[in-house]
């Protein structure tokens, strides 16, 4: 099976160049010049990208479906997560699989936990799919099964806690543990880096003097709490001598950490995530229960924050853009109606990535080089998908993806794929849209139809990173 894809604007973390691109099968064959003669014009589909960009498909390390949390369980599952994802232009996602717990200081092991996950995912997702592994007891057996995920299962990085007491959190000598443990093995920790234990304390005092509105829930996580823990793992990182990745960084406060940490030769790299640079504290005073959409943790921070999340990602002080796609719709957020420490946290953002940050290129805050490395290259690269995915080179993924840049269309849940009831960004107007889509060479999205297939996403074994 041969796609010709011709004349359309290649783009790479470092070039931008027209040319034609070949797809033989799964991979990308060719990128050239006039391949249609090359090649004597044997092809079974040729689209004409002219006046479009060619781009690797996104990249979204940081997604949970079909996730039990705050005492339900994420809207999407594998396949509308997915679905929503390849609309979006992502054609990889990594999810993070739980360890199980069953009570109080009872846990289940790693592999029980992607034994889980593996199940939610094989057979309904749409597109190519990873794990990370979200680790809540740190002991030796847990230490050796880290070192089997790496070394066998292709599940290569972990997430840890300092938030979430009770649910996630984990302490420092735990954190440590874990670090040490991939400075042998080669794989990354992932840091969800906030003050939980004193984030509890503060929660408590607002509900004592009978505080309950949504907004309440950004008033009592300061953005200094998230400072604090990401100083703490990141010099915990340093004296164990390995690199660590701060997913979902919402604070100035924790970028200057991050800042900080990088000069003084730590492998301190961070995400952050479109919300945290097109939203902010106001939406949570959106009249009557609506400031619960975007309950979240970390919090969305206060006007300006985000001034400095752009300027982070145009200095490489941050190195990817994710979602932490975490859909819950208005029933399950009522959930916390009268208690917003109840809220589930989470928001959707799998399918509007690419849109919301190309709005960042349109703008001039970030190079379309560089959205291009932001959103599929670097994290190919951190988590050990590189050659593979998040590039046009041949050989990799032909998971490529046709951009056009003049597309119009307003963001609505009218309109998306997400099974989420609302969408953070109704009624947005975005320019740019992904065209077509292709999965490992087949079409997912076709002139924005879905032409794709539920369970065709591979489980992708990742490598360790390059970090
Ligand atoms: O609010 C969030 N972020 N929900 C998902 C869980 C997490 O901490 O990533
Ligand atoms: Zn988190
Ligand atoms: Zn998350």
């Not at 070192?147 to 440590?176: C, H, M, R, W």
């Not at 009218?414 to 009624?427: L, M």
């Not at 369970?455 to 990173?465: E, I, M, S, V």
């Amino acid at each position: 099976m041969r796609t010709l894809i011709q004349n359309g604007t290649l783009v790479s973390p470092t070039d931008t160049f027209t040319a034609d691109l070949l797809i033989e099968d799964e991979k990308i064959a060719a990128v050239g010049t006039n391949l249609h003669a090359v090649y004597g014009g044997k092809f079974d589909q040729t689209v004409d990208a002219k006046g479009k960009y060619v781009i690797p498909g996104g990249i979204d390390v940081h997604t949970h479906m079909d996730m039990p949390f705050g005492g339900t369980t994420s809207a999407d599952d594998f396949e509308s997560g997915t679905i929503a994802a390849a609309f979006g232009g992502t054609t990889t996602i990594v999810d993070f699989a739980i360890q199980p717990q069953s009570g109080p200081g009872q846990f289940g092991s790693l592999h029980q936990g992607l034994d889980i996950w593996h199940e939610k995912a094989n057979g309904k997702a749409v597109i190519d799919y990873g794990f990370h592994m979200i680790v809540r007891n740190v002991n030796q057996d847990v230490l050796r099964e880290m070192d089997q995920f790496v070394n066998k299962e292709g599940v290569t990085s972990f997430k840890l806690f300092t938030a979430y007491p009770g649910v996630f959190y984990v302490d420092d000598a735990s954190i440590f543990r874990a670090l040490r443990q991939t400075g042998a093995n080669g794989g990354l920790i992932c840091m969800h880096a906030e003050n939980g234990p004193v984030i509890d304390v503060i929660i408590e005092e607002a509900k004592a003097r009978g505080e309950t509105a949504p907004a309440w829930h950004a008033l009592t996580r300061p953005p200094r709490l998230e400072g604090e823990a990401s100083h703490r793992v990141l010099a915990l990182a340093e004296v164990a001598k390995v690199p660590l990745y701060i997913v979902h960084l919402s604070a100035a406060e924790a970028l200057e950490e991050v800042r900080r940490a990088r000069d003084r030769g730590v492998r301190a790299y961070a995400e952050t995530c479109p919300q945290y640079l097109y939203l902010d504290h106001r939406n949570y005073e959106e009249p009557g229960f609506a400031g619960s959409k975007y309950v979240m943790s970390p919090p969305l921070r206060m006007p300006g924050n985000d001034e400095h999340l752009w300027r982070g990602l145009q200095l490489d002080d941050l190195q990817c853009i994710s979602t932490d796609h975490c859909p819950f719709c208005m029933k399950e957020k009522r959930l916390g109606e009268g208690d917003f420490s109840k809220i589930p946290n989470g928001a959707p953002g799998v399918e509007t990535r690419l849109y919301l940050t190309y709005q960042g290129v349109r703008a001039g805050r970030i190079t379309l080089n560089r959205w291009v490395q932001l959103n599929s290259a670097a994290p190919a690269k951190l988590f050990g998908l590189q050659g593979r995915k998040g590039t046009l080179a041949p050989g990799a993924d032909a998971d490529v993806v046709i951009w056009d840049p003049e597309k119009k269309h307003t963001i609505s849940a009218k309109s998306h794929h997400s099974k989420a009831d609302y969408s953070p960004y109704e009624g947005r107007e975005v320019t740019g849209a992904a065209s077509h889509v292709y999965s490992r060479g087949k079409l997912v999205i076709d002139g924005g139809s879905y032409v794709g297939k539920k369970g065709a996403g591979q489980f992708l074994k990742r490598g360790t990173t390059l970090a």
